[in-house]
Structures are given as structure tokens and as C-alpha cells.
């Protein structure tokens, strides 16, 4: 980059970039930390300077050449010719201006996420660009891309826009990127703000999320009366007791003459679902089988599902109000959003049986699907402790329970069954157990050393479960099983799926083949290098070094060819890994 775009421009993309990546790892960790978010900013100059590139890009070092970017303006001017909006016009000059310029700035997005996604041949990330901001004759995009194989654990709706023209949002997270840009589009607008560049907390961001994407929800039967008021009327019909009982019921939101929706009794006149408390005594008469039926602005009355719903259609989502403060979106019986406390977020696994059966005979060797049969059992039940609790499976139970004996109830060695668990997980403390579910003590505070390993953002009993695990588990087989208050459920150690090392050393055989090659081809390199950067972590020294060699010799023939290629980082092995990751 010139000098004199590094006096301009530089400075202040530099800084703005590291608060967006800093603010978006803040933000997305709330979500799902998997998402492994990444923000670059793409500089498009828009005023004929000769002392200015064309393109900016910060971090250089983004994975992307700006000669990547050379066709942009002749896509964007493509692309704005053919976008249907343009055939709209509006009377008031104003109105139309601000009409052109969006279009023009859509069709910019369009051809910055086409540009990406051209040399993302695996597919591997979601990229999303935000509005521009006018920055001294630039426009100035805020580009984040997501991990794709994070995003595709999360059920997610197909329907982009209502009415065939208004965005809406196909799950929460894709609502949650949405007020993420916007939050960028409007720090870029004041250069002079702090290292913290978004000035709204990541718990004030997600409630502007789940408000958003209930609008999803909401204009489902195309009653707009309903379309802004349907989020805030769940938080308070669910913050809501009657005569002391919580709320619990569901509410199915569709049009009225649904084909999949019986009326059975219905209302004489409809009750407004502003009118929270009439809302809320309504409720009890709910069931499992007797749901209340509205359109997101009236409730008609009680009906049930009838015939084979067509999910496809996406014309039908139920509100599960759970407890008091809790309600939950579903479409099709896939949750979409759970809202506790009034804070939004998405519904998570609570533990992942594959995972669970995969992970234990790694750490306990020998061990029996009787014997895990067993553990899970216990396990499931105890994650229903609403309080959290916490299970400790050691092959050294016996002498631990003797050692924290001052510091637990110790008890007659007993086989542990699903039934007594609610019982005993409802004291504090751990459970103590071995490996064949077999309990010597209940009420167990355990010790251990502070670690570098603890995460500040989490719970007291989180953090003392990795301490006496760090401290302990090199001497014995253990696994922890951690149930937060907040619903979170962890396995701690969190080991790594496993793979099969024939798949890395085949892929490292394509790459030699390709090098071969005169020329690269992009659309058998580009996979082949993306899951191997994907997989670094079960890569040996010697892998490393070969793919790096191989990838430099093959990125050398892409820039000679081209002149654009994708700059990436040095493969290094991991310390932390050894043959039990290998099938």
C-alpha cells in the first residue's frame, strides 16, 4: 500500500479493524464460540484520485489480494442494472435518491460476497458484508465470515424475504450478524471512538437480535399489526404468574384458517395479544393438546394441530412459554430461539450422546457400552438439576472420596441409578464416581491449583472443575461433567473428534500431484488445502512441513499465473496432539 493511502487512509482502518474483530470475538462468543468470527474492512474509492488505490484492504494480511477485487465496480454496475428495485420510483425527489443509493450499495454487497465466494471452492465460510460508510472518498464495507461447519449444527428456515420484497431473518444467528454490520456501519462513522469501537453491550445486541428475528415469526400470517409487537408481548406474557402458577402453554402463530389448525373454541371477540394480562389468563386453558391459536395481533381462541403440517411452507411456528421467564420458537418441533430472562439466544444441545460415548473409552480404556450405558443414564438425569450440579467419573474415586473426606458427605459405595439423582445432585457440591457408576460421596468440594486454563466469564463451579482436573487427571482417568445454572452442560476434558489419519495423508498425496502440474488447479487445490488448514491440529511435524513446502511451491504458480492468490499462515503442529485423536 502507497504511503500516501497509509497517511490517509491506513491509520484509521487499522484501528478500526482491531476494535470490529475484538467487538465481533466479544459478541459471537455470547452465541456459539465456534463461530470463529473474522471481520476485514474493504476500502472501494469512489472518486477519480490518482495519488489513491482503488481497493483497500485491512488486515493485508485478511486472506484475500486486492487484485481479487480489480472487477468490482464493473460487477457492482452490473449487478444494479438488473436489480428489480430499480423499476421502482417514487415521486419525491428525496425519497428517490435515497432509493438510487441504496440499490447502488446492495449491488456493491452482492459483488464483494459474489467476488468471495468465487474462490471459496470448499464452501468452508458464511460471508456476510455490511452497508458501506463514506470515508473521505471511500465506501467503506465491514466483511465478517463465519464458520460454515458451526453454522450448519443450528437448524435454520429457508425464506429470505416477506411480502417477496422485506428481508427477514432465517434463524437467530443470521439476525445477530445483521445487528453486528449495522453496528460496524455506524462505528465507522466516528473515527474518534475507543478501542471498544461498538458502543452497545453483546446482552443489548442479542435482545435487538431476538426482536429482530421474531419479525420472522410475526409476519408469517401477514397481519402487520402484529409484526413489532409480538417479541416484547412473549417476554411479558412469560414474566407473568397467575393466582402464583407460572405460565406454562404453547401459542401457535399462522393464519387463522391454517389448514393445519382446528379451531375447537373460539373466542366471540379475539383477544389483542397487547393485552398481556387477558393473554396470560387465557394461557391456562392451554395443553398439550389444546393450543392457543393467533395471527401475532389477535388471539382467536384454543385449537389443535390437524393433518400433516408441510414444513417446506414454513406457514406455522409455536411458542413454548417453559417456566416463569422462559419461552422458547419452534418450527416444525426444531427450536429456533430461547428467550430466558428476556435475554435471547440459540437453543443448544444440552449434551451430545455420540459425543459422550465417543469421548469415554478414550479416557477409560476397556471400558464397556454396559458401563457407559450406565454412565449416560445417570448423567441425563443429573443435567436436569436446575440449579446445576456436578458429576466426577475417576477410576480413583474410592481413595478420593477417603482424601476430600472433610470436605464431602461420604457415603456407603452404591450403584447409582437415574431415580436417585435428582436427590443427590440437589446439595451443593460434586458427585463422586467411578467408572462402573458406582458413588462414594455427594456434597464433594474439590481442590486443585489455579491454571492458566480457567475462563473469568464463567461460573465458580466451571473454573474449580478445571482446576482439580489439571491438577489430577495426569495421575488418573477422569471425566467431569458440569451442569450450569444457566443451562450450560460441559465434558470436560473437551477432546477433539476423532479422524482417520489415512484422510490427512491422502490429501497430502493430491497436493503432490497437483504440484506436478504446470498450472494449479484452483478447484481441486483449494479443498484439498482448506481441509488440511482445517485439520491442522492432527497434523504431525513432519505433515506440516510437508504441506507448507507443497502449498508455498503451488501458491508460487497461482500469483506467477494470476497475480491473485489467498495469503494464508504457517501450518505448526500441535503439542497437544498424539495417536488416540487417529481411528
Not at 23 to 30: I, M, N, V
Not at 502 to 524: F, G, P
Request: with cysteine; proline share 4%; glycine share 4%.
Amino acid at each position: 500500500m502507497a504511503d500516501t493511502i497509509k497517511l490517509f487512509m491506513w491509520g484509521f482502518q487499522q484501528h478500526m479493524q482491531h476494535s470490529l474483530q475484538f467487538e465481533a470475538e466479544r459478541f459471537f462468543e455470547r452465541i456459539d464460540k465456534d463461530l470463529d468470527p473474522k471481520v476485514f474492512l474493504l476500502g472501494v474509492l469512489t472518486e477519480e484520485r490518482e495519488d489513491r488505490h482503488d481497493i483497500c484492504l485491512e488486515p493485508e494480511d485478511c486472506g484475500y489480494s486486492v487484485h481479487l477485487f480489480s472487477n468490482l465496480k464493473q460487477l457492482a454496475e452490473e449487478l444494479e442494472k438488473v436489480d428489480p428495485e430499480g423499476q421502482i420510483l417514487h415521486t419525491h425527489p428525496v425519497a428517490q435518491e435515497g432509493h438510487t443509493k441504496r440499490i447502488g450499495n446492495n449491488a456493491f454487497r452482492d459483488a464483494i460476497k459474489k467476488t468471495l465466494d468465487r474462490v471459496d471452492f470448499d464452501n468452508e465460510t458464511d460471508k456476510h458484508v455490511s452497508y458501506p460508510t463514506y470515508v473521505e472518498g471511500y465506501l467503506v464495507f465491514t466483511i465478517l465470515e463465519i464458520r460454515n461447519d458451526t453454522l450448519d449444527k443450528y437448524y435454520s428456515l429457508t425464506r429470505e424475504k416477506y411480502a417477496n420484497r422485506f428481508t427477514i431473518y432465517r434463524s437467530f444467528i443470521e439476525s445477530a450478524i445483521d445487528v453486528f454490520l449495522k453496528e460496524s456501519t455506524n462505528a465507522l462513522k466516528d473515527p474518534n471512538r475507543g478501542f471498544e469501537a461498538i458502543n452497545r453491550r453483546p446482552e443489548e445486541m442479542l435482545r435487538e437480535s431476538g426482536k429482530q428475528f421474531m419479525y420472522t415469526i410475526s409476519s408469517i400470517a401477514e397481519n402487520m399489526e402484529g409484526l413489532h409487537g409480538l417479541y416484547d408481548a412473549c417476554n411479558a406474557i412469560a414474566s407473568m404468574r397467575y393466582e402464583g402458577a407460572e405460565g406454562l402453554g404453547k401459542l401457535a402463530v399462522a393464519a387463522k384458517d391454517h389448514m393445519n389448525l382446528r379451531l375447537t373454541l373460539e373466542l366471540e371477540e379475539p383477544i389483542k395479544v397487547s393485552d398481556y394480562r387477558k393473554v396470560r389468563k387465557f394461557l391456562e386453558l392451554s395443553t398439550d393438546d389444546s393450543i392457543i391459536v393467533s395471527d401475532s395481533a389477535l388471539i382467536y381462541g384454543l385449537g389443535e394441530l390437524v393433518g400433516k403440517y408441510n414444513p417446506k411452507k414454513e406457514s406455522m411456528f409455536i411458542i413454548d412459554f417453559i417456566s416463569h421467564f422462559k419461552w422458547q420458537v419452534l418450527h416444525d418441533n426444531n427450536p429456533l430461539m430461547v428467550v430466558e430472562y428476556k435475554l435471547p439466544n440459540i437453543p443448544k444441545e444440552r449434551i451430545n450422546r455420540a459425543k459422550f460415548y465417543s469421548d469415554l473409552p478414550r479416557i477409560f480404556k476397556d471400558l464397556k457400552k454396559r458401563q457407559i450405558d450406565d454412565l449416560w443414564d445417570v448423567t441425563m438425569r443429573a443435567t436436569q438439576q436446575k440449579h446445576g450440579t456436578m458429576l466426577v467419573i475417576s477410576s480413583n474415586a474410592a481413595n478420593e472420596s477417603e482424601r476430600l473426606g472433610k470436605q464431602s458427605f461420604a457415603i456407603k459405595p452404591m450403584k447409582l441409578s437415574p431415580n436417585i439423582m435428582q436427590q443427590i445432585t440437589s446439595i451443593d457440591g460434586s458427585v463422586l464416581l467411578d467408572k462402573d457408576a458406582i458413588c462414594y460421596a455427594i456434597g464433594v468440594i474439590l481442590d486443585g491449583l489455579a491454571t492458566e486454563k480457567g475462563d473469568a466469564s464463567r461460573g465458580a463451579r466451571y473454573n474449580s472443575a478445571i482446576r482439580y482436573y489439571e491438577q489430577f487427571a495426569t495421575e488418573h482417568p477422569m471425566v467431569i461433567v458440569i451442569v450450569s445454572e444457566d443451562g450450560m452442560i460441559d465434558l470436560i476434558p473437551q477432546l477433539r473428534p476423532q479422524i482417520k489419519h489415512l484422510d490427512i495423508t491422502d490429501r497430502i498425496e493430491e497436493l503432490e500431484e497437483l504440484n506436478k502440474q504446470e498450472s494449479v488447479e484452483r478447484k481441486k487445490y483449494y479443498p484439498l488445502i482448506n481441509w488440511l488448514e482445517r485439520h491442522e491440529f492432527y497434523l504431525t511435524e513432519q505433515e506440516c512441513s510437508d504441506v507448507n513446502r507443497l502449498r508455498n511451491e503451488l501458491q508460487q504458480k497461482e500469483k506467477d499465473a494470476s497475480g491473485t492468490w489467498i495469503v494464508r499462515h504457517e501450518l505448526k503442529p500441535n503439542p497437544e496432539m498424539n495417536d488416540s485423536y487417529y481411528i
